[in-house]
């Protein structure tokens, strides 16, 4: 990870990975150190969880951050120590602004992208943004809002 002065974050959890992967696995609670095996086992917690979010979730429900750190840390909780904790940023607080205020009658978002072709991609992003670079976050953002739309 880059050092970006007062910024860097290669100390935090999510910056570290697993010893024995080759920095290709981030620290997890697990122990895997094999990048294939993490990819099945974050896309099934994935499947999982969407399954279960959509069946309790209402289609008037007004999403917030915290949401989106529960969401994470349901998805991620029995994976990554720090799934699911808000690391406070006010360019991630106005896009989730805005995405709430138009949320009112759109259809779901396909996230299946990320589960997919773009998870090298998303981690990348996720990355990136610990650096306080969110261009990679928002272009996977716009993607996904583009696909499910293009499906509604």
Partial sequence: MRKSGRYDASDSSEAQYEPGSSGKVLRNRL???????????????LEKTLDELVRTISDRHRFTASDVCKFHKAWLGDIYEWAGVYQGNG????????????????PLLDF????????????????????????????????????????S
């Fill in 31 to 45: 122990g895997i150190k094999s990048k294939n095996k993490m990819d099945d086992v974050e896309a099934k917690a």
């Fill in 91 to 106: 360019r991630i607080t106005r896009v989730l602004s805005s995405l709430m205020a138009l949320q009112a009658g759109l």
């Fill in 112 to 151: 299946s992208l990320i589960a997919e072709q773009k998870k090298t991609e998303y981690f990348a992003a996720v990355q990136a943004g610990l650096d306080k670079n969110y261009r990679m976050m928002e272009k996977l953002l716009a993607e996904i809002i583009e696909r499910s739309f293009a499906a």
